[in-house]
């Protein structure tokens, strides 16, 4: 993988190259891209204590300005090992001359300025004290970093900050947080009807099963990632045979399509591949036959409810 060596300059500064530039990084993506990511991460990071918070402070002021931090691409075509050496040489080239990077703590008093490692600061989020709570939002144990959690929870430090930031339920039962205190209003509604998911039998009208969230539901039912949403909100048919909604909600049990056979009714189908499946045809011909672009159906009549 290709990495970049990049520098971001200050727009509103009158000093000359070198001295205008703020900020040094690295990265495999387009530097542009880059950009992109930092103002993002920047804008949601305010207060934040474990970030780079001159440089956050920096960024968000240019852009209440409208304006955005000046892209300078140095070194190209480097491996990561060698992206990591250059961008601390160039961090320490500029230091050499007083230039006041937000890559560091700057002091021009200072001997040898402190710079600032990314590592050293990723590592403080795992030395934060986490509070778990059940679903009536009690606090039932406290754990000294996310590892003690993860390792009591069985999840991954990636799932811990998914569940954390969106306030999804773990295993059924508990809540994640940095603060000591959590409640509903701490918790977007929709997020919080999204943490728990209900899936319906078309055939029995009942509820087969409980999800946690849209992730236990994507993956159990083998679902598009990031189509939960749209399938609960059309009431959209799973695997020919399953609704889902959120939280304790019921469906509505409404078929599609009435499926004849010799002017005789013979089924329901909630489903354009439900009833495609019955007639033993494409799906695209039940949508062209109820559209009446076509008049087969391989000896079906097919007609879609009015309401459907």
Request: charged share 25%; proline share 4%.
């Amino acid at each position: 993988m290709n990495y970049k060596i990049y520098e971001y300059i200050c727009p509103l500064s009158t000093q000359e190259y070198p001295f205008n530039v703020r900020y040094v990084g690295k990265t495999s993506l387009n530097i542009y891209k880059r950009l992109v990511q930092h103002l993002s991460d920047d804008c949601r990071c305010r207060t934040d204590k474990t970030v780079n918070q001159p440089k956050v402070q920096w960024t968000n002021n240019l852009v209440e300005k409208g304006l955005f931090p000046i892209v300078n691409c140095v070194l190209d075509n480097l491996q990561r090992q060698d992206a990591i050496i250059q961008e601390r040489k160039r961090i320490e080239e500029l230091i050499k001359l007083e230039v006041p990077l937000f890559n560091i703590t700057y002091n021009p008093n200072m001997e040898n300025p402190r710079v600032r490692d990314s590592r050293k600061r990723k590592s403080l989020s795992t030395k934060r004290k986490v509070y778990v709570f059940d679903l009536d939002f009690a606090l039932m144990r406290t754990f000294q970093n996310i590892e003690e959690v993860c390792t009591y929870l069985n999840i991954s430090k990636a799932m811990f900050h998914l569940c954390n930031k969106y306030k999804y339920i773990i295993n059924h039962q508990w809540f994640v947080s940095y603060t000591k205190e959590l409640s509903i209003g701490d918790v977007d509604q929709h997020s919080y009807r999204n943490n728990k998911i209900s899936c319906w039998s078309i055939k029995t009208k009942t509820r087969t099963k409980y999800f946690s969230g849209g992730i236990q539901a994507t993956q159990e039912l083998d679902l598009k990632p990031n189509s939960i949403k749209t399938i609960i909100t059309k009431g959209k048919v799973v695997q020919n045979k399953y609704l889902l909604t959120y939280g304790d909600d019921i469906p509505i049990f409404k078929p599609l399509y009435k499926v004849f056979k010799d002017e005789k009714l013979i089924c329901e189908c909630f489903s354009t591949a439900e009833c495609a499946n019955l007639c033993s045809v494409p799906i695209p011909t039940i949508y062209n036959y109820v559209t009446h672009k076509t008049n087969s159906c391989n000896g079906f009549h097919v007609e879609k409810y009015s309401n459907g």
